[in-house]
């Protein structure tokens, strides 16, 4: 492990000082931008050969939490190096640094380690504001996710998830956030299932204690004047409902396992040889419809039953059930983003118009058992 110590060094300083320390012949540096991590892309002016730089530092305290650690980021770049040998998943290749260590780790004038790791970069393009995709990517879309979740069908290969709390936040571009407000990841994550009783490194999703934390944040926004009292006791009833759901949905290796927990399209590439998932810094353990729901929420009605399609080629339709509790999901997404941003007022106006739709449009049909599946 190299430790670099800083003094207030500005932040392209520490990444060329960060990537000396990987055999990269001659690098040029370039930021990307800097939100739940500091990144750079890394060009090889010898080879030509491109990189990503991540040194994992959040830009908001809030955005910070166990996937930012030495042994989350390991297990992550293990996760990738996995996939990229054992799996068809077009994903970003781990590199090592000159000690053959996963990540590199400095320590800033607090004495706080920071870590760094790099990827292979992944040629293609992002997904244009509006673009709508075609219906053979949408398709691979939804194999591809179902792919990564055989992995997690395979827990003697796989993480373990983590048991505790940690906060954190998805990297998603604003504009996806005001399409839907659906993208970013619930800020406080832990689990007490017994079928996950080994301790592990990586974030959980889906569980019931989950909801209620995000429950008891949504909350806050009621006391702060965001959202009436009278919206606040339809997203109780929402969460109540969903909650009933999880006591008896089966909890197994069927069901839950190894997931992205943040495939929006901030999160997809378009390559030559098809979309490509990327930026797995969130990634854990959870339900598969959660990650199926957080994906689905991407696509407008019509393109839904496609996805679905490549979601569902290599294994059983889901369920009216599974169906049921994705939209649940969905929903969680939805509230997600505005209980991350509870501490951000300039959101303030922005949250209390748009929560008396959510609730209206979506929340009351779902408590009442109708679908918002091609809704929402």
Not at 17 to 34: A, C, D, G, L, T
Not at 124 to 140: C, N, S, V
Not at 172 to 182: G, I, K, M, P, T
Not at 243 to 270: C, K, M, S
Request: aromatic share 10%.
């Amino acid at each position: 492990m190299w430790i670099i110590t800083t003094h207030k060094i500005s932040h392209d300083i520490m990444a060329i000082e960060i990537i000396s320390h990987y055999s990269i012949e001659k690098p040029s540096v370039s930021f990307i931008r800097h939100n739940e991590n500091l990144t750079y892309q890394v060009v090889d002016d010898v080879t030509g050969q491109k990189f990503l730089l991540r040194i994992h530092k959040a830009a908001f305290a809030s955005m910070t939490g166990i996937q930012h650690t030495r042994p989350a980021l390991e297990a992550e770049m293990n996760l990738l190096h996995e996939l990229r040998a054992t799996s068809p998943l077009r994903v970003q290749t781990p590199v090592r640094n000159t000690s053959g260590e996963w990540v590199t780790a400095w320590l800033d004038e607090a004495g706080e380690e920071i870590c760094s790791t790099v990827l292979e970069w992944i040629e293609g393009r992002d997904i244009k504001q509006g673009e709508r995709l075609t219906t053979a990517q949408i398709h691979d879309l939804g194999v591809q996710l179902q792919t990564l979740h055989q992995y997690g069908r395979r827990p003697d290969e796989a993480p373990k998830p983590q048991v505790g709390s940690q906060k954190f936040e998805s990297g998603l571009q604003v504009n996806d956030h005001e399409q839907h407000a659906d993208k970013a990841i619930i800020p406080e994550i832990y689990t007490d299932s017994p079928a996950l009783d080994q301790t592990g490194v990586r974030p959980a999703y889906g569980s019931i204690k989950e909801n209620l934390v995000m429950l008891e944040q949504l909350e806050e926004g009621v006391r702060r004047g965001i959202f009436t009292p009278e919206d606040f006791d339809l997203i109780r009833e929402t969460f109540e409902n969903i909650n009933r759901q999880l006591e008896t949905y089966p909890h197994t290796a069927e069901t839950w396992g190894v997931i992205h927990a943040d495939i929006t399209r901030g999160n997809l590439l378009v390559t030559d040889q098809g979309i490509s998932m990327i930026d797995f810094c969130l990634y854990g353990y959870g339900y598969y419809l959660f990650d199926a729901g957080g994906a689905a929420l991407i696509f407008n009605r019509e393109e839904r039953d496609i996805f679905l399609s490549g979601y569902t080629e290599q294994t059983e339709p889901l369920t009216k059930r599974d169906i049921r509790l994705m939209e649940g999901f969905m929903l969680i997404f939805t509230f997600g983003y505005f209980a991350f941003q509870m501490e951000n007022e300039s959101r303030y106006e922005w949250m209390k118009e748009r929560m008396p739709l959510i609730c209206s449009k979506f929340c009351r049909p779902y408590v009442h058992n109708e679908s918002i599946f091609y809704e929402l």
